[in-house]
């Protein structure tokens, strides 16, 4: 008899506890050559996980609910006559980072948690007594942060195992019932039984939509942000646009005004550098980068997220044509790897041809600002003669106010406008 085949998740960049969705096989299926054996979703992407090799699955080793790791015994498989190519799985798996490591997220409630979790009140109603399901490495983790983990009631792991993510939120759930009790913090919203009005239908959020929700709520809490509202006139630029596709042959890929947009962003950013950095955590140093790579938000089924092109200043027109093209497909497919969200400087949010005259974005933390775009529309605009016909492109601009003030961000925005309106310029 063959040796059975093993099937792994592969290396997706040391991104753990990654959540499974669904398992479509089971014993006794005959599987094909990069067949999706499972569904898995972490923060900000879901991905398929596809057989390595083919042939009929003798066992099963995750399920719906669970949460795996890279090396995790997926199933094992009798081997067909298909070519075994472990490759593929590496190739085609993507997974998007965790936002913060859980220590990093964590470090900063360490003291008041030592204060709140001791109260006898917050603690009512727990059963002290019973025994914590959990490893020794979560108990040291409990430890660290002063949590008696006996006070965690339930954990989410397997068999009600206590996670690290349980004990996480222990603190969170201690530390919020505190601030609210002393009434300096945001009340939270009431929950409502809308049966009583009509029928209604639950639908779990993905994870990446909670996840991206959590993310903006923590930046809107902590940044003190002001969007700029501004149009620029594209009339020369579509114009010329449209020219460089003319020249193409069907199968070329297209050029889009996204295009110019980011390369008048980059131009704008080098003649402004304070818009290509990042605070620090403590809020005392501002961090200037040398490099120049530029987030495009991408609307996927599973929700929002942000593909980063690199070295942008580098690069010309068709070859970011054909990056951005790649990354927005693989996206769309949930197939990016964690690499391809990393590192971006500043965030282009386009609505593209869906609509709007305006909206105000919200900055993706650590940058410190973003650039929204609606879609261009013909107006009559005054040339101080006459009024002459031009295509004009609605532009958001929303920044961090402890970064940049008012005037700062009123003259990006008009170096923006320049170059967009005379695309000569990005030549000087």
Known sequence: MAALIEIKVPDVGNVADIDVVDVLVKPGDTVKLEQTLAILETDKASMDLPASAAGIVQEVFIKSGDKVSEGTLVVTLLPSTEAVTPSVVEEEVSIAPQEQPVQQAVAAAVAPVEAVVVKPESLAGIDAARAAHATPAVRLFARELGVDIQKITSGSGRKGRILKDDVKNFVKKAMTEAVVQNGSGIPAMPSIDFSKF???????????????????????LNLPMVTYHDEADITEMEAFRIALNAEKSKDDIKITGLLFIIKALVAAMEQFPQFNSSLSADGEKLIFKKYLNIGIAVDTPNGLVVPVLRDVNRKGINELSAELAEKSNKARLGK????DMQGGCITISSLGGIGGTAFTPIVNAPEVAILGVTRAKMQPVWNGKEFLPRLMLPLDLTYDHRVIDGAEGARF????????????????
Do not use: F
Request: no cysteine.
């Open 198 to 220: 009509g029928e209604i239908e639950e639908q779990k959020l993905s994870k990446i939509k909670r996840l991206t929700g959590q993310n903006l709520n923590r930046v809107w």
């Open 336 to 339: 990016l790897m964690p690499a």
């Open 413 to 428: 925005m008009a170096a923006v406008k320049q170059y967009l309106g005379d695309i000569r310029r990005l030549l000087l």
